[in-house]
């Protein structure tokens, strides 16, 4: 299972912390979800989702001013006591002292910030989605090609990095060589990257490693992108059977994700990149409503429906040898 330390969380929000103090080694998030505690506050503990983080918002906080000290005091620990990952304060509200103390006897972390509740929760939500997300690796390369997410699959020496290098010469972007790390987004879709350690690089046989940011400038990347396409590279086989119209899409599934995978016979001489270019624009098109395969197969069929429509006499004019 996913998991991000609070001090992680708290260093990538930019968050202030109250309780230095506190040992924070062994704390994670495991939720995207995030909680402001209501019902909780006045001691309705039941399907209360402990492993959260608690936010503390300007209706939280109003209240529990208007609480006797000592009650307030009690709210904060039958909340600190669940075992939950952090407390949150938005709109710049501090803690007071006792609060503090509480955090120090129950080991749970107190930050701050001085984002309005709703904007903080937005972030927080999209930044642990995309850390918590299933996730898997990959062999293969994925570049932007016209806005499109272009995942290229295929046997180790078959030409992915080749297509790639061409296609970031004809402007398009790189986003991963060698190593796509996926993640699955909470709308079902997939977000691909690449890991830290190769960022930015691609392998070239006979030539090497070469830094494509270096060489083509910061235009040339792109840090992680959605993967709206599949493209197999396989060796052309003479008795092989390849889709000539596209009338049916075929598929192929990640992380439970049904995409759009086209398979390529791969011959000498073929142009990867216009190919991969092509499939890019065509996707697009299909999305917006426009399928060619369906305007031609409907052409077709209204010009034979045409031809059967006329009469034996107009045929006979027109073909007087029969």
Same mark, same amino acid.
């Given at each position: 299972?996913?998991?991000?330390?609070?001090?992680?969380?708290?260093?990538?929000?930019?968050?202030?912390? +109250?309780?230095?103090?506190?040992?924070?080694?062994?704390?994670?998030?495991?939720?995207?979800?995030?909680?402001?505690?209501?019902?909780?506050?006045?001691?309705?503990?039941? +399907?209360?989702?402990?492993?959260?983080?608690?936010?503390?918002?300007?209706?939280?906080?109003?209240?529990?001013?208007?609480?006797?000290?000592?009650?307030?005091?009690?709210?904060?620990?039958?909340?600190?006591?669940? !075992?939950?990952?952090?407390?949150?304060?938005?709109? %710049?509200?501090?803690?007071?002292?006792?609060?503090?103390?509480?955090?120090?006897?129950?080991?749970?972390?107190?930050?701050?910030?001085?984002?309005?509740?709703?904007?903080?929760?937005?972030?927080?939500? +999209?930044?642990?989605?995309?850390?918590?997300?299933?996730?898997?690796?990959?062999?293969?390369?994925?570049?932007?090609?016209?806005?499109? %997410?272009?995942?290229?699959? !295929?046997?180790? !020496?078959?030409?992915?990095?080749?297509?790639?290098?061409?296609?970031?010469?004809?402007?398009?972007?790189?986003?991963?060589?060698?190593?796509?790390?996926?993640?699955?987004?909470?709308?079902?879709?997939?977000?691909?990257?690449?890991?830290?350690?190769?960022? +930015?690089?691609?392998?070239?046989? %006979?030539?090497?490693?070469?830094?494509?940011?270096?060489?083509?400038?910061?235009?040339?990347?792109?840090?992680?992108?959605?993967?709206?396409?599949?493209?197999?590279?396989?060796?052309?086989?003479?008795?092989?059977?390849?889709?000539?119209?596209?009338?049916?899409?075929?598929?192929?599934?990640?992380?439970?994700?049904?995409?759009?995978?086209?398979?390529?016979?791969?011959?000498?001489?073929?142009?990867?990149?216009?190919?991969?270019?092509?499939?890019?624009?065509?996707?697009?098109?299909?999305?917006?409503?426009?399928?060619?395969?369906?305007?031609?197969?409907?052409?077709?069929?209204?010009?034979?429906?045409?031809?059967?429509?006329?009469?034996?006499?107009?045929?006979?004019?027109?073909?007087?040898?029969?």
């Amino acid at each position: 299972m996913q998991k991000v330390s609070v001090e992680h969380f708290a260093q990538v929000m930019e968050l202030t912390c +109250y309780t230095p103090d506190v040992d924070m080694a062994d704390r994670y998030i495991s939720t995207s979800d995030v909680n402001r505690p209501g019902l909780e506050l006045v001691g309705y503990m039941d +399907y209360f989702a402990k492993e959260r983080i608690q936010v503390i918002g300007k209706v939280e906080t109003a209240y529990l001013e208007e609480l006797p000290e000592d009650t307030r005091r009690e709210s904060y620990k039958l909340l600190m006591d669940q !075992g939950i990952p952090c407390v949150v304060l938005c709109r %710049g509200f501090k803690p007071d002292e006792d609060v503090i103390e509480l955090a120090h006897q129950t080991g749970v972390p107190i930050f701050g910030t001085e984002l309005a509740t709703s904007n903080f929760l937005s972030q927080a939500i +999209y930044y642990l989605s995309g850390e918590l997300a299933p996730r898997v690796s990959i062999h293969g390369v994925l570049v932007d090609v016209y806005g499109e %997410g272009i995942l290229l699959l !295929g046997e180790s !020496g078959i030409g992915k990095s080749e297509a790639a290098l061409e296609l970031v010469k004809r402007g398009h972007r790189l986003v991963t060589d060698d190593v796509v790390e996926i993640h699955k987004m909470g709308n079902g879709s997939l977000m691909g990257s690449s890991p830290e350690i190769t960022q +930015y690089f691609i392998e070239l046989r %006979g030539i090497g490693v070469i830094d494509v940011k270096t060489l083509f400038g910061v235009e040339a990347v792109k840090e992680r992108q959605t993967i709206d396409l599949v493209i197999k590279l396989e060796a052309w086989k003479k008795d092989g059977v390849y889709n000539r119209l596209g009338l049916e899409e075929e598929y192929t599934e990640i992380l439970g994700t049904r995409i759009v995978c086209h398979s390529i016979p791969i011959r000498p001489g073929r142009n990867l990149a216009v190919i991969c270019e092509a499939a890019a624009v065509n996707h697009r098109q299909k999305k917006m409503g426009y399928n060619a395969a369906e305007a031609l197969y409907k052409r077709v069929q209204k010009n034979l429906k045409e031809d059967d429509e006329i009469p034996e006499d107009t045929a006979d004019m027109e073909n007087p040898e029969e």
